[in-house]
């Protein structure tokens, strides 16, 4: 294999190598990099950071009208409960979680804080 070392005009060094290697050096910091994030998702399990969800999960969040139903289910906590932790009223709560009414960043913000799951988790994917 051929490699050369040379400068760019503004003298940076540089490598020229063939393509092949190239990309099965660019193979090898993909692999690299699914290991750390494999690792790090491995310890956020471990540490009770995040969970699994199973297959029947998922074909109940899918079934759900939105996340936010999904997850008020899965974690058990009524809708007057969960309304008032949020802080706002069962019949908007009620709304959202139907898919009826979209709430703004601050109502999922809080949501989220009180089931236990990411903003991102909970708001519904676009028509």
């Known amino acids: 294999m051929t490699i050369v070392r040379t400068r760019t005009p503004s003298g940076e060094a540089i490598v020229i190598l ?4 190239f990309e099965r050096l ?3 910091a993909e692999e690299a990099a699914d290991a750390r994030s494999l690792s790090s998702s491995l310890a956020r399990l471990t540490a009770g950071e995040e969970e ?4 029947d999960d998922l074909a109940s969040l899918r079934a759900a009208p939105t996340p936010l139903a999904f997850w008020r289910g899965k974690r058990g906590v009524s809708a007057t409960d969960l309304a008032r932790q949020a802080g706002v009223p069962a019949e908007h709560l009620g709304a959202v979680e139907r898919g009826e ?3 703004d960043v601050q109502l999922y913000r809080r949501l989220a804080r009180a ?3 990411e903003i991102e988790d ?4 676009a028509p």
């Open 18 to 21: 063939p393509e092949a290697e």
């Open 26 to 28: 660019r193979d090898l």
């Open 52 to 55: 699994l969800l199973s297959a």
């Open 101 to 103: 009414s979209i709430g």
């Open 115 to 117: 089931l236990g799951v």
């Open 122 to 125: 909970l708001v519904p994917d």
